[in-house]
């Protein structure tokens, strides 16, 4: 079959120093309170939180430890997001205790290894016999997945190659168990991943047999008869989730994506965490097997769900049941799901689609996500998190109306389904990964994020630093190093949120505009050392309007500032934020955050609010609807990723427009 | 222990004849449509329905008939609301054949009754060794209230006493198993019915047993140690509801508002049904027994159900889970539960505090409820019901978005939990005991129903005629017979929502203002034959406003005419509803309504519409934020309780105002 040899779109994250202001303080967060914290919640030493069982699960299939499997049956998943988050803290920083801490837990999952290479702690330990007989429910192909990806991680990061040889040993098990031999099992996963791990494992060993093993899964998926109904007549109707009644998730076949062939899927359905994870792996095999038909069906999907089904803050998923899409245009702000985990499976689609088509649609989106939804997921003290990200919060009806089940108004510590946090973990220690894509020909930049690349073109050094204090500041500088003149494209991402961004090369002024290839400035030139692009995205404070046929969003507006939405919250302006109202020709002013958001940048405007005051005595409905006393009022607006770090309150994105003359 | 003598607050119906146009349809659906049908439905006749297996649960448990019991564990009361509607029938018009398969279905009850009194079709046929062992959860208290209520009821209508002492055998049968004795249990209903049962079983019977039965159970109420827990231990935690999770009834106490004793409840709370449900029968116990402590707490609920939880339909149950009141100022338009029984309770709750305290507020809420919830749980053909009564429907979105997997977008046939229908139909059969409110000097009208009454005060024949279009027109005459001159006050509400009431008494103009007693206008003299009052209730459209904390209504209004809440619907308006406003200053035309809406009057006004035209192709959000395009559109407006009998479109109450200027 017809596959071209991988491109390494991804600049290895040695090569890569970030030295972003607003970005080093996540990466220390990450490096010195999340992973150290969650290596401490692997192993149950966190006294209030509750107990993870993970390591210790893999303890006892290793037979080094007796007791039984505890935890979610995908558990296995939370100690491999943990190896690969720090796979990357290495890969930045060397660290011999952490390295070593790694190396034992990889010696004790190589340990709970089967000789055939099977490799899962849930069916080890508890159903040995019933391996691979439960594809739709029990996750052992992603909790695979989650293996491999540590396994290509770690491999990258240290050049260690034990972990590796253990995951491809289990792929290699999985691609003799899966196929379309009379032998083989014909199923594919009930939640996706492994897709998008074997297509990096792909990368880093070449191995064919990897990539037909992801087309495999990805072409069998939907067909009929349908394997979930085959299995689970196989094994006596049996099931393992019953949250929406018996075999809910064989039955309700749209929320795997499997009720159709991906060929015949039209828009963003059933878990937004699967769906999104499905997608990026089928982006990444349509690149590397330069499928069109694939492509083809990655980019309609992408526009239904970002331009139908996607909030401002790059959130997806607007319902709790199913924790899934619903319908175009059916975006609630309080009782959406909006999972941290779906918004980080966003970032991955998004930057698959954008190694395949060189377009910053993908890029804003990516964006979006990452510094609004995905950075609201963990408090400023990385400590705690978000996986339900709302876009309104009334804690008081939070309480007692249960449709509001899902929602915290305030960050917890750790949850028994830990998937959210080391997700977040890994993301932002693999952030360089987002920032770049690697051209034959060159470089684009995605993120603005101050960093040093040294990359190479045709064999030859091509160092870029960016300089800058984004998203605060939109004054960006780019220098260039090479040895001689080094013919190469550079591709500078135009944001959509800027109308009128502007350039220089070496201080002569550039046209963006003509300069302009599907949202990308592109500057293909012999660059020498010296070479200087000053670049400036102007950030005005910008209010943001919904399609028309959102209904929740009718007569609102969003605020944005660069890549950041903001929100009002009950600490900065009391509550009944539903009274608020932002007249449209009220102008802005920018202040400086105080106390936990020091450093950050905040927005007031002069806006009004309806009947100002102690209501509490008035009845409840009156007859002569008198026109609602305002009276003027200062709005502050904080960046929604920073919501929830004073307390409990109330907080909304969406706030009602007041049209001029009022 | 101290209570006055019964006062007949309710006029027996066989001395009211309504003939008001408009109720006497609905009058006329009850008794050709609604009864006959679901009489058949009672007997699994009804072929697309679902079954309801409840004759035949009777004829089970009586012997007549081999095999098992089916259906919910209160499926008696269904029989039960059924008979209680002949009755009503009965009495305002005699029917042989209806008479005679009541009275045939009367002996069948009976041959179910057990020799201590006994009756409950679930337990004597499925679990006869687990009677009275679980009142949390298995409504044998509940059925036999419904019980009660058909026997007091058929007793009124017909003067046979057969169902009355069947009845009066099971009220003594509890009487002897409940109360403080050692060898009673101290136990009381998980829902209530009894309690207002067995108060109008005392008032037609003087036993002052049911009245202590009634004090009892109202007094045991939320007691410590909790009975809920005491008998689920004893019966070995078994639980007979897992809707969200094992004995979560039994744990839920607030559910039942068992949660506390009643004289310590500050708010309501737990399911809405249940809820108004027992105070009815407080209120009515408060009144006979002329305690002042009940009293106060029925107008302490009272008055945060109906100024901080109920919505402007007169409906109640903010949420979908418990069917439950929610919080103060938690009113959501689209995911509210609203049930139509709960409505019906509202009003027997009213009409309660009405017979204990002459104020017009009880009425007015009274009104609200008939006139727009209750009449929109059954469509105009009188065969297709609402359970739930949303404020805002969005139909594509219901298929999708499980927050409204309890809302119908169109009324339904029949249900396997069939409570709503048959309290529809006694509801509207028994109409009489809510337009008329005895009182021992004289009498008040509630509701301006065109009808004849013929009451007495001091034993004189006093006879009152209203004639009028109500709710149409704003006309209202009542006429006076009476044989010399009668001494007697009598009592005219002033609706909440009519600004300036205007009356004349035999031509000469009266001064509302200065008459008007807590809503009512008091014309206490001397009443001659002949005597004529002109009232004149001006009914101009109407904008209401809500109270400011309720965040899901801030810058709408609603629509009201009289006391006609209206609505906006897609197969007037078009879609998109969320994108038309209502100018503050725009003015309405009433217009006649065609088809299926013919004789209902419309209201039109002239709006705007956002973004009018087909926008599809436009991106999901725009940074411009532009000041939304308008149009003009004339807006229709149709009564709620006509809503969705076009087929299924967009549905909303509340509209966005367009403040003046705009």
Redesign the interface.
Known sequence: MPYSPPEMAEVPLQQIAITDAFWLEYQRLVKEVVVPYQWLALNDQVADAEPSHAIENFRIAAGQADGEFYGMVFQDSDVAKWLEAVAYLLAKSPDAELESTADRLIELVGAVQQADGYLNTYFTVREPQQRWTNLAECHELYCAGHLIEAGVAYYQATGKKRLLQIVSKLADHISDVFGPDEHQLHGYPGHPEIELALMRLYEVTSEARYLLLTRYFVEQRGSSPHFYDIEYEKRGKTSHWHTYGPAWMVKDKAYSQAHLPIALQTSAIGHAVRFVYLYAGVAHLARLSQDQEKREVCRRLWDNM???Q?Y?TGAIG?????EAF??DY?L?ND?AYTETCASIGLMMFANRMLQMDADSRYADVMERALYNTVLAGMALDGKHFFYVNPLEV?P??I?????Y?HVKPVRQRWFGCACCPPNIARLLASLGHYIYTQRPDGMDINLYVASEIVTAVDGKRWQVTQRGNYPWQDQLTIDIDCDGPLPATLGLRLP??C?QPQATLNGQPLDPAALSQRGYLRLNRRWQAGDRIELQLPMPV??????????HL??K?AI?RGPLVYCLEQADNGS????LQLP?DASFTLIAGRGVLAGKTLLQAAGTR??PGD??G???????????VSSRQKLTFVPYFSWANRGEGEMRVWI?RR????
């Open positions: 970002t331009q139908r996607m401002i607007s319902q709790s049941s199913g619903s319908c059916d609630p009782t009334h008081q009806s309480k007692f109306n249960h449709i089940d959509d949120w109308a910008t209010r943001v309007s919904a399609h028309p046929r959102v209904r009718a007569g507006v944005q009944e934020l539903h009274n449209d309806y009947a209501h509490g008035q009845p409840l409905y009156r007859f002569d609807a008198p026109a609602p009602d049209p001029s003359g009022n």
